[in-house]
């Protein structure tokens, strides 16, 4: 059986699990398969893998087939000890009957877990659809759309698979990573220090946020809190057919309406569109919110604190430590184009 080494990880194919996902892919009794892999996007503690092959059903219908195989090893992500077992547990619920045609992740065929190797196996639909900065503005705006009708309607409907839910991120998550950045010297001394090479008016930008970060997140924590992914970028959103698939639900949890904006506009966007995304994306948002539950009340969005809040420092930290010229750059620019964005109304 071939086994495939990817990032210090070796990936070996449970046939068993394999018949068992195509199984319920192809809604028939698959006998037997080929196959074989090519590493998809993924972090250094899992892996994505892309399976293809011809599976054999037991009427003897040759089928080809794609399918996505995630891997997730136990780590510690700071402030969030369970999300490396987050889409197993997320899988395993009913929380897939929350989502609409437009707006769902991929479909689950295969889940395991095991406890005594700390990791989860998932099988996933593949997807073929435009994603990463191949999306348009257009498309980040119908993102933003159907984002606030999925959040909108499970505020309004509460249904009862929210609360059967154990393994979710905490809502105070954004703020405590936020003063965790704050606290540690690399960054919030650098944009305090002479050396600093951002221009006066994006360090200061920086320092302001600090100063009223608390009296920010008191307004924050007035706003509704909602079902979040938490990792609402751009490579994580597949758009096909008029419709978005969202995959990695390892961050999700409880948060603020609005806070998954500012990964959609700030998370390695588009730098050249950022400001027009910004513009357009926050009032399709609320639009779609509005179909189902009253955003009167919530004005003030507070979008615009969120990017800096959850990106500020973490742009600091990338442009400190990239030795990529162009990379550097890029994140100079996008704290320039953030900085752009509180003189641009964000909705009509």
Not at 29 to 48: C, K, N, R, Y
Not at 72 to 90: A, T, V
Not at 181 to 204: A, G, T
């Amino acid at each position: 059986m071939p086994i495939l080494k990817w990032r210090m990880m070796v990936i070996t194919i449970q046939i068993d699990s394999l018949i068992q996902a195509l199984s319920r892919c192809f809604e028939k009794d698959i006998l037997s398969a080929d196959w074989q892999m090519m590493p998809l996007h993924g972090g250094t503690v899992g892996s994505v893998q892309l399976v293809t092959g011809i599976a054999e059903a037991a009427d003897g219908e040759q089928l080809p087939y794609q399918i996505v195989l995630k891997i997730q090893k136990k780590w510690n992500r700071f402030g969030d000890p369970d999300s490396w077992r987050r889409e197993y547990d997320l899988y395993s619920s009913d929380l897939g009957r929350t989502f609409s045609d437009a707006f769902r992740w991929p479909l689950c065929y295969h889940a395991e877990i095991n406890a005594e190797e700390s990791e989860c196996r998932l099988w996933l639909e593949y997807i073929d659809g435009t994603t990463g900065l191949d999306l348009t503005p257009d498309m980040y705006e119908l993102a933003a759309l159907e984002l606030g009708r999925y959040q909108g309607k499970l505020y309004a409907e509460q249904p009862a698979v929210l609360q059967s839910l154990t393994n979710l991120s905490h809502a105070d998550l954004m703020k405590n990573i936020y003063l965790h950045y704050r606290s540690w010297p690399l960054v919030y001394d650098y944009i305090r220090s002479k050396d600093c090479e951002f221009p006066p008016h994006v360090w200061q930008m920086l320092i302001n946020i600090d100063e009223h970060a608390d009296e920010i997140f008191a307004h924050i924590e007035k706003l509704p809190l909602v079902l979040c992914h938490r990792d609402f970028w751009i490579t994580n959103l597949i758009y096909a057919d008029g419709k978005f698939a969202v995959i990695d639900w390892d961050t999700s949890g409880w948060g603020r309406m609005g806070e998954d904006l500012a990964s959609l506009i700030a998370d390695e966007a588009d730098v050249d569109h950022m400001v027009e995304c910004y513009q357009r994306c926050v009032p399709a948002y609320y639009k779609g919110f509005a179909e189902y539950a009253d955003v009167s009340p919530f004005a003030d969005d507070c979008v615009y604190e969120m990017i800096l809040l959850a990106f500020g420092y973490r742009l600091v930290e990338w442009y400190l430590h990239t030795e990529d010229e162009v990379e550097k750059k890029k994140h100079g620019d996008t704290l320039q184009k953030i900085y752009e964005m509180k003189s641009s109304p964000s909705r009509s």
